[in-house]
């Protein structure tokens, strides 16, 4: 069964930074694409980025380009958000994806003064 | 962008009857390899969405035969055959055909 844990999530001031990490376990991540999807307090879900199996493709949506950089360590079978500049509108449980599948509970950004 | 659109936005079902939601994609999710990329997720309260369908029609490993997928172009269903009570929650068809990959807004399922 695949787990996946998503951490790194928390209380940040407008302007801040977090990473967040998402581990495979039980599971080779490396031959499959990764994504972050996001979900808003109380709303809809909302892709975020994507990476190739080798890393060298990358893609975001449009509001966070320049302010989001995804990665992956594939010996570690990890995938990772780095996220500056947050803002108000980035508050959200960031939930990770192997191949569109999902299987971590997630992790909570809030951005707030 | 392309646009979802799911109906309805809620249902409520009685347990052993049978449940449809539509997914309306603004343009055709069929690609040049001849696949239609469309996908329906689960998502119970509290927890991370659940692949329920690929590709329009195909279970995900572990899915129950009560749930099936059809459609094609920009017109899409998703149906349960016999509800059940563990099938509460919040179905969001998704499209992965280009980026930004996007989602319908979610049809929230009750039971009566």
Redesign the interface.
């Known amino acids: 069964e695949l787990l996946l844990v998503e951490s790194g999530g928390g209380l940040v001031q407008p302007g801040g930074s977090l990473r967040l990490s998402c581990e495979a376990s039980a599971f080779t991540s490396r031959t499959y694409w990764m994504?972050w999807?996001r979900q808003a307090p109380g709303k809809?879900?909302?892709?975020v980025a994507?990476i190739k199996e080798d890393g060298s493709e990358k893609?975001y949506?449009?509001s966070v380009k320049g302010r989001f950089t995804i990665s992956r360590d594939n010996v570690k079978n990890s995938m990772y958000l780095q996220m500056n500049s947050l803002r108000a509108e980035d508050s959200a449980v960031y939930?990770c994806a192997i191949s569109?599948?999902?299987?971590?509970?997630?992790t909570l950004v809030t951005v707030s003064s | 962008d392309i646009v979802m659109t799911q109906t309805p936005l809620s249902l409520s079902v009685t347990p052993g009857q049978p449940a449809s939601i539509s997914c309306k994609s603004s343009q055709s999710l069929l690609y040049s390899d001849g696949k239609t990329y469309l996908y329906w997720y689960l998502q119970k309260p509290g927890q991370s969405p659940q692949l329920l369908i690929y590709e329009v029609f195909n279970r995900f490993s572990g899915v129950p035969d009560r749930f099936s997928g059809s459609g094609s172009g920009t017109d899409f269903t998703l149906k349960i055959s016999r509800v059940e009570a563990e099938d509460v929650g919040v179905y969001y068809c998704m499209h992965s055909i280009e980026l930004p990959w996007t989602f319908g807004q979610g049809t929230k399922v009750e039971i009566k």
């Open positions: 994504s999807v809809g879900l909302e892709w994507n893609y949506v449009d939930y569109g599948v999902y299987g971590g509970q997630g």
